[in-house]
């Protein structure tokens, strides 16, 4: 497999491989997420526009099996910037990892890990302090969630994130089977790095 990390303008040479990307792993649960490439494409663009963005893309030969986001606060769209307003926090001190996706078949493998390393490693190089990214909310009793699941949360506790109930927004999307976007509740999980 191959890791490259893309940013600002270079990423839009990978940007349809990304967004049919997004939309396959993003089918699954807990996001259902029912999207279109021609959407993804057009959400991309923000991490295109911003020289400060950067997109780790994961290849297995020529194939796009993953890829993770990270852009500064500052630069993030009006709607993830919002709650650290209302929080009273600087948006100056805070990177924002945008959606780590990555294909079934290549999950367990260590790229979840790496995915956190190198967006860490940029927030670093732009003296950005804080990490920060946020999860959808589902129901636990919610009729599609897979029997057995087990949530990132330990995952993300264990890299050194906290969840912070307080530092909340919606985002709008169509599920699975929905004709119209309805809004999700969404967490944020926090990090201060050491430098």
């Not at 259902?32 to 030969?61: F, H, T, W």
């Not at 600087?90 to 990555?102: A, H, N, P």
């Not at 330990?154 to 912070?164: A, L």
Request: hydrophobic share 35%; with cysteine.
């Amino acid at each position: 497999m191959q890791i490259e990390s893309l940013h600002g303008a270079d990423i839009a040479r990978e940007r349809d491989a990304l967004a049919a990307l997004r939309c396959t792993v993003f089918r699954e649960w807990p996001y259902l997420y029912d999207g279109s490439p021609e959407y993804e494409a057009k959400y991309l663009q923000v991490y295109v526009d911003c020289p400060r963005a950067m997109c780790v893309l994961v290849r297995d030969g020529g194939r796009c099996i993953g890829a993770s986001t990270v852009i500064p606060l500052a630069d993030a769209p009006a709607d993830m910037q919002q709650p650290f307003i209302d929080a009273g926090h600087d948006l100056s001190r805070i990177d924002y990892f945008g959606e780590s996706v990555l294909l079934n078949d290549y999950r367990g493998r260590g790229l979840g890990v790496k995915f956190f390393e190198l967006r860490e490693a940029h927030a670093r190089a732009l003296n950005l302090p804080v990490c920060a990214f946020c999860a959808v909310q589902r129901p636990d009793d919610h009729p599609l969630r897979p029997a057995g699941y087990v949530p990132n949360d330990g995952f993300w506790q264990r890299r050194g994130y906290r969840k912070v109930p307080a530092l909340q927004t919606t985002l709008s999307w169509p599920d699975i089977g929905d004709v119209e976007s309805t809004r999700k509740p969404m967490t944020y999980w926090l990090r201060e790095l050491k430098q």
